[in-house]
């Protein structure tokens, strides 16, 4: 009986997969216009930073090393 109910969940699992998928990603029963999916909404997102990003080399103002140590293969 255990058996038999694992796999009618499991099929209707699969089943309702397949139909998400055949309609393009967008779940059933929502209005469709202004549904998108995982995909659009990720490629359509905007850098909130622009081009403005910060700098993330902490050793670009300030070497802490600079003058410690001179290299004799220069």
């Known amino acids: 009986m255990g058996k038999i109910a694992v796999i009618i969940a499991l099929i209707l699992i699969l089943g309702g997969g397949i139909y998400v998928f055949l309609n393009d990603g967008k779940i059933p029963g929502i209005d469709k216009k202004s549904q998108t999916?995982?995909?659009?909404?990720i490629y359509n997102q905007q850098n909130p930073l622009g081009d403005k990003a910060p700098?993330?080399?902490p050793f670009s103002k300030?070497?802490?090393f600079k003058g410690v140590y001179k290299?004799?293969?220069e």
Do not use: H, K, T, V
């Open 71 to 73: 290299n004799p293969f």
């Open 55 to 57: 700098d993330a080399n």
């Open 37 to 41: 999916s995982l995909g659009e909404q």
């Open 62 to 64: 300030i070497n802490p």
